[in-house]
């Protein structure tokens, strides 16, 4: 079967109709926008990430992508509080497109981190999460500060195993745990200098979409077009996309690239 935006239009239609729902077109946008009919919040799926996914996975992508629009519609609109212990709290990697506020309006707690990344908070409810805003903080008495110390403490938790593959002589190493937070570990400054000092050439570090993690060992001009076709794919096929950009990681900095056609790109 051939799969266009129009076709998965009418297959996510079908799967996430709901009496208490309500389905959108975006055509501009090529979009579905669900939303619930009883609190007014929503989710918005890109059709074309669909369709690649799709491409390569076929009908788990499209199971994915239903349980993933239940899972947040389940838990939009509810109140939901930390556990005595924050552990709770994690740090989510967003583009500096992604909105500031809630549907409601309200401020979301985030923070600067590169010139194309943004760090937002988020209260994990297991299959889930919601973002944290300032109405949350003033109702459950938490500072700003003591959510981001949380969110650090908690993100230096999360696993790092990582798989490896070899082109070209370089090495690219990926972690893809599916746990909501892999571009996360972005933000994990031990595990980040333990890598560095298993790097060989230039340490990159990329987060194409929520769901992945690539660090690069670039040891010629070949990996850097590698790199480049490699994070615009992930990019294009994730259901959060975050960057498509790279970035040159030294000394717990970062540093984006641009890689045009097969040329390294300058350094000072």
């Avoid at 076709?7 to 926008?33: C, F, G, S, V, W």
């Avoid at 690649?52 to 076929?58: A, P, S």
């Avoid at 498509?244 to 300058?266: C, H, R, T, V």
Wanted: proline share 3%; no cysteine; hydrophobic share 35%.
């Amino acid at each position: 079967m051939k799969m266009n935006t129009l076709k998965m239009k009418q297959i996510l239609e079908e799967k996430l109709k709901e009496p208490n729902r309500t389905i959108r077109y975006d055509r501009e946008h090529d979009a579905l926008r669900i939303e619930n009919r009883d609190t007014g919040k929503g989710i918005t799926v890109s059709l074309s990430s669909v369709v690649n996914k799709w491409n390569e996975i076929k009908e788990k992508a499209i199971e994915e992508i239903v349980y993933y629009v239940n899972e947040a519609l389940t838990v939009m609109g509810k109140e939901h509080a930390m556990d005595d212990g924050g552990g709770l709290i994690f740090p989510v990697i967003r583009s500096t497109s992604f909105p500031t506020q809630s549907e409601d309006g309200v401020r979301l707690l985030f923070d600067n981190h590169t010139a194309e990344t943004r760090i937002y908070y988020a209260l994990d409810l297991g299959k889930s999460y919601r973002l944290i805003d300032e109405k949350w903080l003033g109702d459950n008495d938490v500072s700003p500060q003591t959510v981001r110390e949380m969110a650090k403490f908690n993100v230096r938790s999360l696993d790092t195993e990582m798989k490896q593959d070899v082109v070209a002589g370089n090495t690219f190493y990926f972690l893809n745990s599916n746990d909501g937070y892999d571009a996360s570990r972005i933000l994990n400054d031990i595990f980040l200098r333990t890598m560095s000092e298993k790097i060989k050439g230039t340490m990159t570090v990329s987060v194409p979409h929520q769901d992945v993690l690539i660090i690069g060992d670039i040891q010629n001009e070949t990996g850097y077009d590698v790199l480049a076709q490699m994070t615009m794919s992930f990019f294009t096929n994730g259901y959060v996309p975050i960057t498509a950009l790279s970035f040159l990681y030294q000394d717990g900095e970062f540093e984006p690239i641009f890689i045009l056609g097969k040329n390294k790109p300058p350094t000072e």
